[in-house]
């Protein structure tokens, strides 16, 4: 049984930092493509960064700067670093494991406001 597990989100002001973490189970972690993707109220859902199972790493524009994308094969486990946040990065955060098959995580709520 596969599980993606997305923690860290939360509540931040403009500006701040927060750091997501997306737990995996049941998959060979470091053969998959991981991703993160958000979904803004009465938007598409979208892909916010991608990180290959050799490391190379895909950034929306929207993001490049701010938001770094990792993962640590040893833990099973992707995160994405956010800095500099903004009132459009509110969102669900979704976590994504691709190879073939997709399989995605419940989401994790991210909300920027003052």
């Known amino acids: 049984q596969v599980q993606l597990v997305e923690s860290g989100g939360g509540l931040v002001q403009p500006g701040g930092s927060l750091r997501l973490s997306c737990a995996a189970s049941?998959?060979?972690?470091?053969?998959?493509?991981m991703g993160w993707y958000r979904q803004a109220p009465g938007k598409e859902r979208e892909l916010v960064a991608r990180i290959r199972s050799g490391g190379d790493t895909t950034y929306a524009d929207s993001v490049k700067g701010r938001i770094t994308i990792s993962r640590d094969n040893a833990k099973n486990t992707v995160y994405l670093q956010m800095n500099s946040l903004k009132p459009v990065d509110t969102a669900v955060y979704y976590c994504e494991a691709g190879s073939g098959m997709h399989y995605w995580g419940q989401g994790t709520q991210v909300a920027v406001s003052s």
């Open positions: 049941g998959i060979i972690f470091s053969t998959y493509t």
